[in-house]
């Protein structure tokens, strides 16, 4: 890790789908907010968490860009982005072949777009890990992302990444302004957190002095579960108030909706799932709110 970051010289028949009504546009102030959704666990909901979290807060007026740098693409796949239409990728992003603003694709959520991705990622740390930028090409291709033609005006970038602490990770974390740790509601929750947690710190100490955690969500929730209760305290006692108020439950239309192509706000505006990440989103802008108060 220390090579790596070293600072450089259940299905329904008839599904119910709900269009958005067009939002009010949020107004810019300046560079998006980058906020990096990382786990190196897999299947705690990382993807589902990006693709929501973003339609949700394009849902309340936001601007907002999903990259996605998970090899297996489900954060494009979720989104309808049939892999044909991947001409340009995050693969060819990282490996500097090609602008940010080349990858980007409108999704069929108003003010949603993507970066998608496609296999060729997982070939990408053996490409440049020797390469003294290999840590900052992301933020680099991240610069001025809403200067130029066509005009973008995101506010927030959600990067979804890859379920290890690799170099693309490590990407992430340098150009994020703050971590977003989605956390399942089972047992071994809390397994890897702390390792988590120490890579922030050294990629905040070598890399991104701004970054920080902003915030925990606890996913997968059965609340008629005793140990999904069980793993909410002990989430809560570790973490104290950087675990979001809002929980996402285990919601049988979130697991469908990928397989339509769609994020479950479209999916099923109605279902539980659909209304905790619209609360997610809330309480979200709320805290961005309070940090740009505060500084």
Do not use: W
């Amino acid at each position: 890790m220390t090579d790596i970051i070293d600072p450089p010289a259940d299905q329904p028949s008839d599904p119910q789908v709900v269009p958005f009504t067009k939002p009010v546009a949020a107004v810019p102030a300046g560079a998006p907010r980058v906020i990096a959704i990382a786990n190196q666990k897999g299947g705690v909901g990382k993807t589902t968490t990006a693709i929501n979290l973003g339609t949700a807060l394009a849902a309340i007026g936001e601007h907002v860009l999903i990259v996605d740098l998970d090899p297996q693409g489900n954060a494009s796949t979720g989104l309808g982005i049939e892999r044909k239409a991947r001409n340009i990728s995050t693969y060819d992003v990282l490996a500097g072949s090609a602008p940010m603003r080349g990858a980007v694709i409108p999704t069929a959520v108003p003010q949603l777009y993507i970066a998608p991705s496609t296999m060729d990622l997982s070939g990408l740390e053996l490409e440049i890990g020797r390469e003294r930028d290999r840590a900052f090409r992301l933020r680099t291709a991240l610069n001025n992302i809403n200067n130029g033609t066509p005009a973008f005006n995101f506010t927030y970038v959600l990067v979804d990444c890859p379920p290890s602490l690799n170099l693309i990770t490590v990407n992430a974390m340098a150009a994020a302004d703050s971590i977003l740790v989605p956390l399942q509601c089972e047992f071994f929750a809390l397994e890897g957190l702390s390792q988590l947690l120490k890579t922030v710190e050294q990629v905040k100490t070598t890399l991104n002095p701004k970054l920080s955690i902003h915030g925990v969500v606890l996913t997968m929730h059965d609340s008629r579960n005793n140990l999904s209760n069980q793993v909410v305290a002990d989430v809560r006692q570790f973490m104290g108030p950087k675990v979001y108020d809002t929980v996402i439950p285990r919601n049988v239309r979130i697991s469908e909706a990928p397989s339509y192509g769609k994020p479950v706000l479209v999916y099923d505006l109605k279902c539980v799932g659909s209304e905790a990440y619209l609360r997610l989103a809330t309480e979200i802008i709320q805290r961005e709110r309070a940090l740009r108060a505060a500084g």
